[in-house]
């Protein structure tokens, strides 16, 4: 059995690629961590008409949700998933004795990068994110702005130094674009391959072959 994973929604635009990876994560591993930050909320409802109350259920509940372009949520066993509280600081996820395989903030947005980066624990994504970090464990960054500040690439940089994986949502083209579920799924198809997650949503890509 595998350590858990624990997913943050941060308050970026992109909601629909954090709630994908959350649905499939949670039927591809054994147990998952979930936190939505206020400002997460906010964009779940106005990108994807998602009402999230800030309450354990309805949180956890982002794994059922149906989505546009998919319609009902995958099919499949559901992992065990925990939600967290954004400020609950005694979570089992903010402290380093609690075992964790990696931790994904998908997407993550300018204020979060910069809070991670300065070791800045205003909340529980902040702190889990810290976490892994000092623990040397695998944390994913996916970062969703254009364009792009010389803050906001410092942030990265360093980040990226600290042991982060900066895996910003820019989706290919070359794997048979038949609509816009495709373009996410290259997004979240590379989160869960930093993951070590076995997935089968894109098209992999085959190389040439002589003639």
């Known amino acids: 059995m595998t350590h858990p994973i624990v997913l943050a929604i941060s ?4 909601a629909v690629y954090g ?4 649905q499939l994560l949670a039927r591809a591993t ?24 800030d309450d354990l259920e309805s949180t956890a509940g982002l794994v059922h949700a149906p989505l546009p372009w998919w319609g009902e949520s995958p099919a499949g066993e ?17 402290s380093g004795s609690f075992l964790t ?29 810290d976490v892994h970090l000092k623990e ?31 895996l910003p949502a820019s989706p290919g083209w070359y794997h048979g674009i038949k609509g816009p579920a495709d373009l996410v799924d290259f997004v979240v198809a590379r989160i ?14 085959p190389g040439s072959s002589d003639v």
Not at 19 to 22: D, S, T, Y
């Open 11 to 14: 308050g970026a635009s992109g």
């Open 19 to 22: 709630v994908r990876l959350a």
């Open 30 to 53: 054994d147990e998952l961590h979930l936190v939505v930050s206020s400002a997460g909320r906010k964009v779940l409802e106005l990108e994807l008409g998602l009402t999230v109350d």
């Open 78 to 94: 559901l992992a065990t998933v925990h939600a967290h509280y954004e400020h609950d600081m005694t979570a089992s996820i903010a």
């Open 101 to 129: 395989s990696a931790m994904v903030i998908c997407p993550c947005s300018g204020g979060t990068l910069s809070s991670v980066v300065n070791g800045a624990s205003r909340n529980l994504i902040h702190r889990a994110a």
């Open 136 to 166: 040397g464990r695998p944390l994913v960054v996916v970062p969703r702005e254009t364009p792009l500040s010389r803050i906001q690439l410092d942030n990265m940089l360093r980040l990226r130094d600290a042991g982060a994986t900066i």
């Open 192 to 205: 869960l391959d930093q993951l070590g997650v076995d997935q089968s949503i894109m098209q992999r890509w």
